[in-house]
């Protein structure tokens, strides 16, 4: 055994053995997008949840608005309010999926790590 498998078998732990158990049964989306809220980035996630639905709200809001607008001039301010709503939404939700992609990257690296320290033994 080389001395990078035994500092790799020795740095294992029970909360990494539990912690390969419960990836092997995978995570739903729900799970995936609830483990996001965890971490140092937990106060950033939270920001842009929140900030999400108020742009969502003000698309909505920017969409009646530009209904009921009578001059031209303001239903282009109403629809330019609502795309520039809508775009940010679209690109908070992009964050999202970025940040769910990148902690499932993270737990492939651990399985992989857990894995090679279960052939080592």
């Known amino acids: ?17 539990a912690f390969l158990r419960n990836l092997e049964e995978g995570e739903t989306l729900f799970g995936q997008l609830g483990a996001t809220f965890t971490g140092p980035m937990t106060i950033w996630t939270g920001f842009a949840f929140v900030l999400s639905f108020a742009f969502f709200g003000i ?3 920017a ?4 209904y009921a607008a009578s001059e031209p001039r303001l ?19 992009i964050w999202f999926w970025m940040r769910m992609n990148h902690l499932a ?3 492939e690296l651990k399985r992989i ?3 090679l320290v279960r052939g080592a033994k």
Request: glycine share 4%; charged share 20%.
């Open 1 to 17: 055994m080389t001395s990078f498998e035994s500092k790799l078998k020795d740095s294992l732990t029970a909360e990494d053995e």
């Open 59 to 61: 698309a909505v809001w």
């Open 63 to 66: 969409g009646f608005q530009m």
């Open 75 to 93: 239903m282009v301010f109403w629809l330019a309010i609502f795309l520039f709503s809508m775009i940010a939404v679209g690109l908070i939700k």
């Open 105 to 107: 990257l993270l737990r």
């Open 113 to 115: 790590e857990l894995r």
